[in-house]
């Protein structure tokens, strides 16, 4: 390389980074803006009347900014603090059960030796792979004889059985305790459940905040099993509430847009109050 070419060299280096550092800030605001967006036209839309949803643009401001109408109707038209306690009920028990079912079976996948394992953690791997949808209609005629048809029992059972992705996550961070700790257990005279309750259970704390990330949040948005299962209107969830306002010759988009917003105030408020524990599980988890 001549003198010439080096200096050249050089003189482009601070241009080079330049360029990289102004189109990481570029894709930076283009993300934000992808998400800020819509959540703005939401807010925008749940201060407009029905007037100016039909007139005005979608970014338009409203012409009265402390017009709450909209969430008065989506509040008690809708039934949203009654599906918000439902979403609740369904959340914990859906939870909970997918904690302790997951954990349990990862218990017994990966510490115990047994006939036709390696066929039971494909099944695994096969029924995560089937469509939901193909099983509908069993799943339907199931629930319908088990009596959970039209009562909150019904999607929790339903997000019990075909949650393979945890037991999946539980298996992962169960490899990484050493077995060890079960023998050390044993010769102190521990039982099986007391070796899972007292020793594993707690070093799956990372494991349990993953679990709890994901499910909570599709537990949360899901519509499709509420929707099919709890036809009810006094047995709607959070979700289903807002299609209340959702006719076939047309959608009160305002009162719609009013209603999202108090579905997004919980989570933003719960997303606050637990983003450290929030961001220490989702790192743990990518890592496994």
Not at 72 to 85: H, N, P, R, S, W
Not at 112 to 117: E, M, P, T, V
């Amino acid at each position: 390389m001549t003198a010439a070419s080096a200096l050249r060299a050089r003189s482009l280096h601070p241009v080079r980074s330049a360029l990289a550092v102004g189109l990481t800030y570029l894709s930076l605001l283009l993300g934000c803006a992808a998400v800020l967006l819509p959540l703005g036209v939401i807010v925008l839309g749940s201060l407009k009347t029905s007037r100016e949803m039909a007139n005005d643009g979608p970014l338009s401001p409203p012409d009265d900014w402390l017009n709450f109408d909209n969430f008065v109707i989506a509040f008690e038209d809708g039934k949203m603090l009654t599906g918000l306690l439902n979403t609740t009920f369904i959340l914990f028990f859906s939870v909970i059960g997918t904690i302790l079912i997951g954990s349990m079976t990862a218990y017994a996948l990966d510490r115990f030796s047994f006939r036709l394992k390696r066929p039971v953690l494909g099944l695994f791997l096969f029924a995560a792979l089937v469509p939901g949808v193909t099983t509908q209609v069993a799943t339907y005629q199931i629930i319908q004889q088990l009596g959970a048809y039209n009562t909150p029992w019904a999607p929790i059972l339903l997000y019990l059985g075909t949650d393979i992705i945890s037991i999946y996550i539980f298996v992962q961070f169960m490899r990484s305790i050493p077995i060890s700790l079960d023998e050390a257990a044993r010769l102190e005279g521990a039982n099986t459940f007391t070796i899972y309750w007292r020793i594993i259970m707690p070093l799956l704390r990372p494991a349990i905040a993953t679990v709890v990330i994901i499910k909570g949040v599709f537990i949360y948005n899901d519509f499709y099993y509420p929707f099919l299962y709890m036809p009810s209107r006094d047995l709607g969830t959070i979700s289903t509430s807002l299609f209340r306002f959702k006719g076939p010759f047309g959608a009160q988009w305002e009162v719609i847009s009013a209603g999202a917003v108090l579905v997004i105030i919980p989570t933003l408020v719960v997303f606050l109050l637990l983003q450290r524990f929030i961001y220490r599980g989702l790192a743990a988890g990518a890592i496994k």
